[in-house]
């Protein structure tokens, strides 16, 4: 048994062990406090790591590719940050970067650093709640899907003027979406909170 505020009307209540794909309800108002997520260790490293490798891929490699003629302009995710700020757009380049560059970055970074040390059963992680905290706060700034709908815009107005060739750096980008998205439901904030209270 251990206790569980509401988040809804903020009864504290005493909940059992709970089985496999189990939710619990507040008694109060019928809320749910939480839901059972099976395989949530494994799950959520196997996303984040394939998330990883994605993120690379959409760093490091060209975005888009415009050929007019016989002249070939590729352009990546960070060239095209630094050319907002090099136009003098401060306030649209900085938040591209944070919420579409840092922090993925640091949303992965985090997951990877709470959930190794619970698949390997290790004691011993300083700074785990500040970090799981900070990944709770981090988690609706991630907008990804804006940017890339902003470049699926981009690819369809400048297709009058040009030739426009995809990089593999967008549909890294786009599969990454998904990928974040799938990582971050699996996680099971309860286990998490359970596992570093026992730590305390």
């Avoid at 995809?166 to 998904?178: E, H, K, N």
Wanted: glycine share 6%.
């Amino acid at each position: 048994m251990h206790q569980i505020a509401c988040h809804e009307c903020d009864l504290v209540q005493s909940i059992p062990p709970m089985p496999a794909r189990a939710a619990a309800r507040c008694v109060r108002c019928g809320a749910v406090l939480f839901r059972s997520k099976p395989n949530s260790i494994d799950r959520t490293l196997a996303w984040t790591i394939a998330g990883l490798v994605l993120y690379v891929v959409a760093v490091t490699f060209p975005f888009l590719a415009m050929k007019s003629g016989s002249i070939i302009r590729e352009t990546g995710l960070l060239t095209g940050i630094r050319q907002l700020f090099d136009q003098g757009i401060i306030p649209l380049a900085t938040l591209v970067l944070l919420t579409c560059v840092l922090i993925p970055l640091l949303q992965m970074l985090g997951l990877l650093y709470i959930f190794v040390p619970l698949k390997m059963k290790i004691r011993s992680q300083p700074f785990a709640i500040p970090v799981f905290r900070l990944f709770r706060h981090l988690k609706p700034w991630s907008m990804m899907e804006i940017y890339m709908l902003g470049i699926l815009v981009a690819i369809v107005k400048l297709g009058k003027m040009a030739t426009i060739v995809p990089g593999l750096a967008v549909f890294a980008f786009g599969l990454l979406i998904f990928v974040l998205t799938f990582a971050l439901s699996s996680v099971d904030s309860h286990l998490v909170w359970e596992y570093l209270e026992k730590k305390r």
